[in-house]
């Protein structure tokens, strides 16, 4: 093989791998619900508004800032004023993004709930829990099913795992 073919390949290999960020927790599922995340269109804002939201006393994150959208489906449990109905459970397809955001509002991590009962990777619940960093890196792989979210997530007052109308 000729010196330059061979580099070629080498340099194919470092650019196909580098995709991956060499996560060995980033599975499929966590691949879709991050290629998922990214999508903005078709969503509605929490309270019908992309305002950052200072994070709540509540909250097991630690980024300073947030903001929470609905896909069309989930958006169909929300009211006129863009909250959560109170006492509802979200249809199959519901997916919830956080976005967690730095104090300069750089976008640092998506915090998502899926509702795909079917998932290998779902809850009792069907949700299917993703914590993502936006570099296209894991924080908790979707294999875990929010097993270090659920207890904060089932507090007093949450709808369906939701606690956006309790702290905002």
């Known amino acids: 093989m000729k010196p330059h073919v061979y580099l070629l390949a080498i ?33 509605v804002w929490y309270k019908n ?9 509540g909250t097991g994150h630690s980024n300073p800032l947030l903001r929470t959208r609905y896909n069309a489906i989930a958006a169909t449990m929300l009211d006129g004023n863009g909250r959560i109905i109170e006492g509802i459970n979200f249809p199959e397809g519901s997916l919830i993004v956080k976005e967690l955001y730095d104090a300069n509002k750089k976008l640092e991590r998506y915090a998502i709930l899926y509702k795909n009962a079917t998932s290998p990777d779902a809850d009792a619940k069907g949700w299917v829990w993703g914590y993502i960093n936006s570099n296209n890196t894991t924080a908790a792989p979707a ?9 904060c997530h089932s507090q007093e007052n949450n709808i369906d795992y939701m606690l956006m109308n309790k702290y905002f």
């Not at 508004?49 to 006393?57: A, G, I, P, V």
């Not at 294999?143 to 207890?151: E, F, I, M, Q, R």
Request: aromatic share 12%.
């Open 11 to 43: 340099a194919s290999v470092i650019v196909l791998s580098s995709c991956f960020k060499n996560d060995k927790t980033f599975s499929k599922t966590d691949y879709e619900l991050f290629k998922m995340a990214e999508k903005k269109e078709g969503f």
């Open 49 to 57: 508004s992309e305002e950052y939201l200072d994070k709540s006393s």
């Open 143 to 151: 294999s875990l099913k929010g097993k270090s979210c659920v207890s």
